[in-house]
């Protein structure tokens, strides 16, 4: 995790410092891995666009400014399981695997305002945030490696 090029939103005190039992289970995926699954699962191309999915479920927005209204706003909307493993890309290359209650209990290290593009995929859902707003939808991935670093 320490060589992990975002590894400062999760251990930088101008940021945050999660504890080391939070931290032993965010695992990075290693650039090629991440792209392959990015390719094979998101888009065949480097970037996404909302046209690019299918399977409409929802969308809303985020409160940024209050922690626990985000956290709330997320667990009422996105129907994934505390436990399941989830991978949240911030880039084709740069992607983590993790549960989905990490997610959520620390959702201000993984969602940053105006500045982020996320992709999350679990086994059911397709979850995008960009500039305060979330997308679902729905997703049929084949993904074995969800569950597992590289």
């Known amino acids: 995790m320490h060589n992990f090029p975002l ?3 999760f251990n930088d005190p101008n940021y945050d410092v999660l504890a080391a039992s939070v931290l032993d289970g965010i695992l990075p995926l290693d650039q090629s891995n991440s792209l392959e699954i990015w390719h094979n699962q998101i ?3 480097d ?3 909302q046209a690019n999915f299918t399977n409409f479920i929802s969308a809303f927005d985020i409160d ?5 209204a985000g956290k709330k706003i997320l667990v009422e909307n996105i129907s994934i399981p505390d436990n399941e493993s ?9 992607s983590v695997v993790t549960d989905w209650l990490t997610v959520t ?5 993984f969602f940053y305002p105006s500045d982020d593009n996320i992709v999350i995929l679990s086994r059911s859902v397709l979850v995008t945030f960009a500039e305060e707003r979330i997308c679902t939808y729905g997703a049929q991935t084949t993904v074995n490696e969800i ?4």
Not at 86 to 94: D, E, G, R, V, Y
Not at 105 to 109: C, V
């Open 7 to 9: 590894f400062w939103r």
């Open 43 to 45: 888009s065949v191309f």
């Open 47 to 49: 970037h996404i666009s």
């Open 64 to 68: 940024t400014v209050n922690p626990e």
């Open 86 to 94: 989830i991978i949240s890309f911030w880039s084709p290359t740069c």
């Open 105 to 109: 209990d620390n959702w201000t290290s």
């Open 147 to 150: 569950g597992k670093a590289g």
